[in-house]
């Protein structure tokens, strides 16, 4: 898992069309772009947008962060349910201690994407709604991404926790779980589409309406010289 992601990591950096999130960070860009285009009183499409992603950002790092407290509660306890004959593997204090605070790690990082997801969607969000500015497109588009990568890190930080809960069943189903989800992953992140350029409607019917102007002012010439 922690190879395949420095993999990704790789791609992303030195060949981001290569990859669904640079496919999307290219989409993103379009979006803000015609987003800081429209009048201020037409926006509202653009906050909603911001907005869902603000609260599904906020409902996971609740998710994260209920998960971290009953896996506290549960080392406080001292649960014996992993440390029994039939779990295969070590099933030591000091080795389940380890597996403990990996996994609260990882929810605990989960939990520090998401809000840090949050709070760059809402400064999105305060960027666009703002009237009469020039706030360069640059500073909308970089909220919007980081944004984004923040959601991935955090989805990221459930994968490797979803692969370490299954380390207290043994070794064994945390190998075949890690295998599986690599391979999942690498079919989900990896994007052969070709990048759209993403060029702006208005451009091109511009053409267009000048050759219907042309063609109209000749037909009104014809008409006046006929007459």
Known sequence: MFGYHLFL??????????????????????WVERIMQVDNKDVGTAVTVITS???????????????????????????????????????????????????LICFLLAFSCFVQSSRSFIHANYL??????????????????????????GLR????????????????????????MVF????????TTPLHPHRSLRKQKQPVKRVEEQVTGVAMSVEYLER
């Not at 981001?16 to 640079?22: A, K, L, Y």
């Open 53 to 103: 992603n603000i609260s599904a950002a906020t409902n996971l790092a609740t998710i994260s962060l209920t998960l971290c407290s009953l896996i506290g509660a549960w080392v406080a306890n001292n649960s014996k349910i992993f440390q029994s004959e039939l779990i295969y593997g070590d099933t030591r204090a000091s080795t389940m201690s380890i597996k403990y605070i990996g996994l």
């Open 157 to 180: 930080a459930l994968y490797f926790a979803t692969t370490l809960l299954l380390w207290f069943f043994g070794p064994i189903p945390m190998f075949a779980t890690s295998v599986s």
């Open 184 to 191: 999942l992953l690498h079919l989900l992140d990896t994007n």
């Open 9 to 30: 990591l790789y791609r992303y950096l030195r060949l981001p069309h290569t990859t669904v999130i640079g496919f999307e960070n290219n989409d993103k860009k379009a």
């Open 128 to 153: 666009i709604s703002t009237p009469d500015t020039d706030i360069p497109v640059e500073y909308v588009e970089l909220a919007v991404i980081r944004g984004g990568d923040f959601w991935s890190l």
